[in-house]
């Protein structure tokens, strides 16, 4: 019977609640509006929030209500995981409140939004370039600032993304046998990531596959490729010398040898 009598309040409270809330939407009380925004901002009821906050922003955009009725908009958006609505506001923000205390804040989370827009790295990396511009940008305004560190981290992990992605073209072109593509992409890499923890992976995709582009080429281009693969190979050896990859490497490195013996 207790269990009955409290689902029943239950209900009788929602539909109240609801009642209430649609009547001030409605009216053109603009404190209630505010003060019930704020109170459903609190319980992060943050879809019903962002009806009234606009409402509010839209009668006052120029008022100290106004303003943090434009800012709550955005971080509500933020809340409920709209990244793109939420950055919209945000950006926005700055441009109407140029001279807020809020705005080193709100270009950091301009940045995060960005960065929660950004994909798994198997897909295009359009947003992800972007989110490190948008963290850089912060960088470079506030750099002083008690983000720095986390902006940095962040940094680190986006061009990780950028890394792996171009990391698995390469090792696609080795498994497809491309070898011209491997070759090149694979160089490519190490040009823009000689650091990489893939590195020597991708130095022996490298390799490997000029090995093999050198043996499958008409005999006008073998002479030259297969210097071309000796040096690659030794500037493999020089930079690990302790490779799990040598072994292999070398066998391939002596049939290029003894290809050229017998000629």
Known sequence: MNKILILLFSISFLVTACSNYNQVVKADDFTAKYNLANELYDQKQYEKAIILFEQIYQHAPKSAEGELSYYRLAK???????????????SAYMQRFPYSV?????LFMVALCSVKNSPEYTLDQTETELAINNVQQFID??????LIDSCNAIIDQLEFKLETKEYDQVKLYDRTENFRAAVTAGE?????????VFSEEINQVVVKNSYYLTINSIESKKSERMEQTKERFRTFALRYPQSKYTKELSALIDKLSENTTEK
């Open 188 to 196: 490519l890499f190490l040009e823009g990531h000689g650091q990489s």
């Open 141 to 146: 305004r506030y750099p002083q600032s008690y």
């Open 76 to 90: 509500s958006y933020f809340e409920i995981e709209d990244y793109y609505m939420a950055q919209y506001y945000y």
């Open 102 to 106: 809020k705005n080193e804040e709100v």
